[in-house]
């Protein structure tokens, strides 16, 4: 499973940052920058829930291909 990301979304709320540091932060813009894509089953469920608090609908989930 990986992140997906549509920047042109993103309105620098942080709530992703907020929810989950690891795969989540801000550039000097206020942007979000995925720092790890990739979500193992240990982390799926904290990942989704920082996916879910994007209230500009710029993050989801996917599953690999392959």
Same mark, same amino acid.
């Given at each position: 499973?990986h992140?997906? @990301?549509d @920047?042109?979304? *993103?309105?620098?709320?942080?709530? *992703?940052?907020?929810?989950? $540091?690891?795969?989540?932060? /801000? =550039?000097?813009s206020? /942007?979000v920058? @995925?720092? =790890?894509?990739?979500?193992? $089953?240990?982390?799926r $469920?904290?990942?989704?829930? %920082?996916?879910r608090? *994007?209230?500009?609908? %710029? /993050?989801? /989930? %996917? $599953?690999n =291909?392959?």
């Amino acid at each position: 499973m990986h992140i997906g @990301l549509d @920047l042109g979304k *993103c309105q620098s709320y942080g709530n *992703c940052v907020a929810a989950d $540091e690891a795969h989540f932060d /801000l =550039d000097d813009s206020g /942007l979000v920058v @995925l720092l =790890d894509k990739n979500v193992t $089953e240990a982390d799926r $469920e904290r990942v989704a829930a %920082a996916v879910r608090s *994007c209230p500009a609908d %710029a /993050l989801w /989930l %996917a $599953e690999n =291909d392959g």
